[in-house]
């Protein structure tokens, strides 16, 4: 029976067609991919990415003569999307298109900001990393520390203190108060709530500097608080009180109503109901939005850096004296050129990053979600919340204590600086930033006798000014009061003052300029060359004027960019004091074009013409940092000589009314300032010098921009100086005129001659309070000391070598900070030789003398007369530099390829290019395109 | 019978928590207040001094007496409209795509990343932006001076970029580079703002439009965007708040000048809030007072933006519905 043992043939093929339609149909209780990327889309993008990017190869490095690496991604980018609407155009309709399109931009933009961000993050824990390597970084401060040491000394920890204490006192004064007020806000709508809520949102928009600014005129100017850790947090307070109260209104708002009723219902009074039900519930909004605000609150600079001073040395009483804060360190740390302070510099941002990051991750974590939304933690904390009520309503325990522990531990005095066994107490003092080089080397020194003085090169006017508000002990400045400077004459202090003088030097021209690739050091200038290159006369490095003072050098057809200093500054006014003096037919009219009342005399704020090239930075550490960046080159700054010593650029020697080009070292200032002339009678401007006679002096040796620099001292007790002070100023005083005057050479400066030395000890004993030393100004060292009154340092100075004379010889001997690097002297074009043509070069006889595309080498000159010395060009002027042959033991000067930017210059050729671009794009894009138009009409 | 009151009299504890919430109100009312009105007293006795000058005087000398905001307000106000130009796409493309684009697994992490950039200092932007940008967004500053400087304001006066030896520090230290940084900054916030709104159009809308056949930039175009308006609007209004008063990153980076420069790409410029953080020290008494002045103008006007933004989300759909 084959019916019962066998299924029919029918059946088995049916069977078999069942499982065939099974296994090829979708199963249709299987989930539909919905979303997804087919592999067609990836084969597009992928598709239009990679022949975007060949086009655009082709296009930039055959075709045509554009260079830069952004130019290149953006047509990149542009490419791919016109390439992948094409492409995905074929199969789909425009809409889609369309929506491709603008996926694709969606998409590029999110990710450029995540990008962005991550980018900023790794650059500065990358530069911050040699500094942030060393552990002592988070242990020391930077008492010991100074620009010239490494990375093994110094660190941050006085700030990351700073910040600390000035955000907890700012917590502590604003979390009470901001949500009572937000409670107050939500629980008593009223007129006067309302008006109090819009007053609170006026106020967020208050700028941040704008806070500092009222605390520094009331706390500190009016009350006569000194700047300290306790003023900078009251200004943080005054910027996030209106933002904790804003967003805490915001968290209570969104509680609901229901629960506030039912928690009435139940029979609760009014403060049960927003301490038990109301607070809890925002909880977690209220502490993201502490948190975050404090997060802001830390980042802030502005505020701090008008109301906490500065000091280099830990200081945990925030009480009393100045303290700083993270953001206030970077600040300051990133003005020097060296690069170990930049490093420390983005050391501690990249320190702030992680608090703030810390803070950030407390946020999310302790804060938890929206209200109505639990984490399981908080799910589990909720229920074993509810047994112990339970249990408690239970036994009927006794009354909750209200307990609101503050942390305001740092409102108790804490230590300050260790007060050493002789009694010294902490000293600030601000100004001049001339000297500043002087004072932070003996300021360093003199903590090893338990003086602790703090310092901040904030300028001289800004000194001058903070010593008659009082919020300093001492002052440094190189003017003194009474000098009208434009329209406004600068008052004297109420209280009683001498000038002491601290240190003589030089105000030295630091450059940056390069012939042939290798830097310029032995640069000449005259008076009227400088005068005239800082009023904007000179723009051209190869001005016949300056030509005339370096005979010797082929200087480059590269723009003059004279750096002045932007805040009020002593350098600046020595500067203006001789050009007003010797060359007042140019400064005089300069000063009107700015603006300013003529005749224009001294002024401690440079004046610039709008529209004009001049660069304005602050501080001196600015203007030689901008000049020290390697692509500034063409730059020209006023500074004191020991900054292009730190720096290591070379300054110009200026010519003296002897005929001689001289740089500022300390036995040629010595012999300036031999013709100074000291105001001996007795007064208020005792001490005082007037440098005419400094700025004509015929000696040989003479540097015509000598000067000397001032402390401003108080003569009485008044306001926060009282004699302890005044016992640590003169400590101080005596240490720096006697022994720190051995190291003034050194550091770049030139040290007191005897006449002043036994000047300033005299006026120290007019501090209150010092503790009077008999000083014997033999035991000093002081170089320019004799036995018989002259100056030894001016007498043994060694004279000018005849190459430094007014005439057609140039020394080839480095300046400055580059002393030990000679500059060869480069032959005008056309009175030698031979031109051998560089590696790279083109051929020679083109009759082109100007490079035309990029990569080309140095182009020889066609036609130049055959001598006996090789020379090779120098790329950027095409004049001829001589190149070592056999037997010289000069330099060899190499050409270097130089990629131009493209400009109008050879504009057909520009033109044929973009054509044959184009050309190239439409090759490409048209057989699609006329594909798919056909296919469509056949359609 | 006598009629009963039905107001409830508060309890003792009740009273006493009433009269410390209100005590705080008061506290704060009379700090903001003392803040706004010394404020105003020491920016007046400036103003005698400078009298109408302040709004037409472009230099900046208390002590002579002529001083004014032109200068400054202008140089804020490019720098503003610079970042705003860098920031608008950025942010708003940015919300697009946490809303609407990215995968959804990943939203919260997106969300908190935004979050966290806008809890970086603006120090730290300023490094970044001093060491790295300036560096390397010159060439950029060149191109567009170069091909775009017939717009005027896009010009460099005195540049001449077909000379190699042209020096490169006048596109350094520009507005332009200024603006870069600080958009970079307010991006944050403002997509915030706006990703707060595109997450809330209506879920109807948006599933009729793909009903009746949209793609997803269809119905992007036409639910979440006109939703969504207000807040951009009032999102870029409140970026440009921010950015109008930054502070630091700003003095890092520009080479402060005092003087109209309307020139975005070149070196110089100046900006109120600079402007008083770096010549606090220097001034006179009278010039604290004529700084004050100047940062009472750029408070006004940061505070007519932020209550035009606020009243701008306030009207809007997505306002409506939300706080």
Known sequence: ?939 | MARRSLKSRPVGADQVFRSVSVGSGVVVLAIMTMVGLFLAIRASEALRVSGTGFVTEHAWEPDGGQFGIVAVLLGTILIGLVAITFALPLAAGTALFISEYAPRRIERMLITLVDLMAAVPSVVFGLWGMFFLQNHIFTVSRLLSTWFGWTGVLAVPGAHPENPLDTVTQYKSSTFLAGIVVALMITPIMCSVMREAFSQAPVGEREAALGLGATRWGMVRTVVLPFGKGAIIGGTMLGLGRALGETIAVYMIMSVIIDIQPYVLKSGGSSISVLIAQRVGDSSALGVSALMAAGLALFVLTLIINFGAATIVARSRSGAESN
């Not at chain 1, 043939?9 to 149909?25: C, F, H, N, W, Y």
């Not at chain 1, 030089?506 to 400088?530: C, H």
């Not at chain 1, 190149?883 to 050879?906: F, P």
Request: include cysteine; glycine fraction near 10%; proline fraction near 7%.
């Open chain 1, 1 to 939: 029976m084959t019916t019962l043992l066998q299924p029919p043939a029918t059946e088995l093929r049916s069977e078999l067609m069942d499982r065939i339609e099974a296994a090829t149909q979708p199963d249709p209780y299987a989930r539909r991919k919905v979303r997804g990327v087919r592999r067609s889309d990836a084969l597009a993008i992928g598709g239009a990415a990679v022949s975007s990017l060949a086009m655009t190869n082709l296009l930039f490095f055959v075709l045509t003569p554009l260079s830069s690496a952004l130019a290149f991604v953006s047509v990149w980018y542009v490419a791919f999307l016109w390439l992948y609407a094409v492409i995905v155009s074929v199969d789909e309709p425009a809409t889609v298109v369309a929506d491709r399109l603008v996926t694709a931009v969606v998409w590029t933009l999110g990710c450029l900001l995540f990008v962005a961000l991550a980018f900023i993050l790794t650059y500065t824990v990358s530069r911050g990393a040699p500094a942030m390597k060393h552990l002592n970084f988070f242990t020391t401060d930077m008492t010991e520390a100074g620009p010239l040491q490494g990375l093994e000394v110094g660190g941050i920890v006085h700030s990351v203190v700073g910040t600390l204490e000035q955000i907890s006192i700012a917590l502590v004064l604003t979390i009470p108060l901001g949500l009572t007020c937000a409670v107050f806000l939500n629980e008593f709508p009223s007129r006067f709530a309302r008006f109090v809520r819009t007053i609170v949102e006026a106020m967020t928009a208050l700028p941040s500097v704008v806070a500092g600014l009222f605390i520094l005129a009331t706390w500190i100017l009016i009350l006569g608080f000194p700047k300290s850790g306790l003023a900078a947090a009251l200004a943080i307070s005054v910027m996030m009180l209106p933002i904790i109260i804003r967003a805490a209104d915001v968290v209570i708002r969104l509680v609901p109503h229901q629960l506030r009723e039912a928690s009435y219902a139940l029979g609760t009074s009014r403060w049960k109901t927003v301490w038990h039900v109301v607070l809890p519930t925002s909880r977690s909004g209220l502490t993201t939005a502490v948190i975050l605000g404090a997060a802001r609150g830390l980042g802030e600079t502005s505020p701090v850096l008008l109301t906490a001073g500065y000091t280099a040395s830990m200081n945990t009483n925030p009480t009393e004296g100045p303290q700083v804060s993270l953001p206030l360190a970077v600040f300051t740390l990133v003005k020097f050129p060296q690069q170990d302070m930049i490093s420390r510099a983005f050391g501690a941002g990249a320190t702030l990053l992680i608090v703030v990051l810390a803070l950030f991750v407390a946020a999310r974590f302790v804060g938890g979600r929206a209200p109505g939304h639990e984490t399981s933690r908080q799910r589990r904390q909720r229920s074993a919340a509810s047994a112990r009520d339970a249990r408690r309503f239970g036994a009927r325990a006794g009354a909750v204590g209200l307990g609101l522990v503050l942390i305001g531990l740092t409102l108790t005095r804490t230590s300050g600086p260790a007060y050493a066994t002789d009694g010294y107490v902490p000293i600030s003092g601000a100004g001049s930033t001339w000297s500043q080089n002087a004072i932070e080397q003996w300021r360093r020194n003199v903590n090893q006798y338990g003086m602790s003085i703090n310092y901040q090169g904030t300028g001289s006017s800004d000194g001058r000014n903070q010593f008659r508000n009082g919020t300093v002990d001492f002052a440094v400045s190189e003017i003194p009061y009474g000098i009208t400077d434009g329209n406004a004459t600068d008052p004297p202090p109420e209280r009683g003052y001498a000038y002491m003088p601290i240190v003589a030097g030089g105000t030295a021209f630091m450059y940056n300029l390069k012939i042939g690739g290798k830097q310029v050091t032995n640069l000449r200038l005259s008076g009227d060359v400088i005068a005239r290159i800082f009023t904007g006369g000179i723009t051209m490095w190869n001005d016949p004027a300056i030509a005339k003072d370096n005979p010797q050098l082929a200087l480059p057809a590269r723009q003059v960019v004279p750096v002045v200093r932007s805040d009020g500054s002593g350098t600046t006014a020595q500067f203006a004091s001789w050009m007003a003096k010797e060359h007042a037919s140019t400064w005089d009219p300069y000063c009107a074009k700015a603006g300013r009342p003529t005749p224009c005399g001294v002024t401690s704020f440079f004046p610039v013409v709008g529209g004009s090239s001049f660069v304005a930075q602050s501080g001196s550490l600015g203007v030689s940092a901008f000049v020290a960046q390697s692509q500034n080159e063409g730059a020209i700054t006023y500074v004191e000589y020991s900054y292009a010593l730190n720096s290591g650029f070379p300054v110009a020697k200026v010519l003296n009314h002897a005929g001689y080009y001289v740089e500022p070292t300390a036995s040629n200032v010595a012999v300036g300032l031999l013709k100074a002339k000291i105001n001996l009678t007795p007064g208020p401007s005792y001490l005082t010098s007037i440098l005419d006679g400094v700025y004509a002096n015929a000696d040989k040796r003479a540097y015509p921009l000598s000067s000397y620099s001032y402390m401003i001292v108080p003569t009485e007790v008044s306001g926060r100086f009282d004699e302890d002070h005044g016992r640590t100023l003169g400590a101080f005083a005596y240490y720096f005129l006697c022994e720190g005057q051995q190291q003034a050479d050194v550091l770049g400066y030139s040290p007191l001659p005897i006449n002043l030395v036994q000047a300033g000890l005299s006026q120290v004993k007019k501090i209150p309070g010092v503790d009077v030393q008999s000083v014997d100004i033999r035991k000093c060292n002081n170089p320019t000391f004799s036995s018989n009154g002259s100056n030894t340092l001016a007498t043994t100075a060694p004279y000018p070598p005849s190459c430094d004379k007014v005439g057609p010889v140039q020394c080839t001997t480095g300046t400055g900070g580059k002393k030990d690097e000679d500059t060869q002297p480069s032959d005008p074009a056309g009175t030698t030789d031979d031109p051998t043509p560089t590696p790279g070069g083109q051929d020679p006889g083109d009759g082109s003398t100007t490079p035309t595309t990029p990569g080309a080498g140095v182009p020889t000159v066609p036609g130049a007369p055959p001598g006996s010395q090789p020379v090779a060009i120098d790329p950027d002027t095409g004049a001829q530099v001589p190149v070592a042959g056999a037997g010289d033991t000069g330099y060899v000067v190499t050409g270097q390829a130089m990629t131009l930017a493209a400009g109008d210059r050879a504009g057909m050729n520009t033109l044929l290019m973009v054509l044959g671009g184009l050309v190239l794009l439409l090759a490409v894009v048209l057989p699609p395109a006329v594909g798919q138009l056909l296919s469509r009409r056949t359609r």
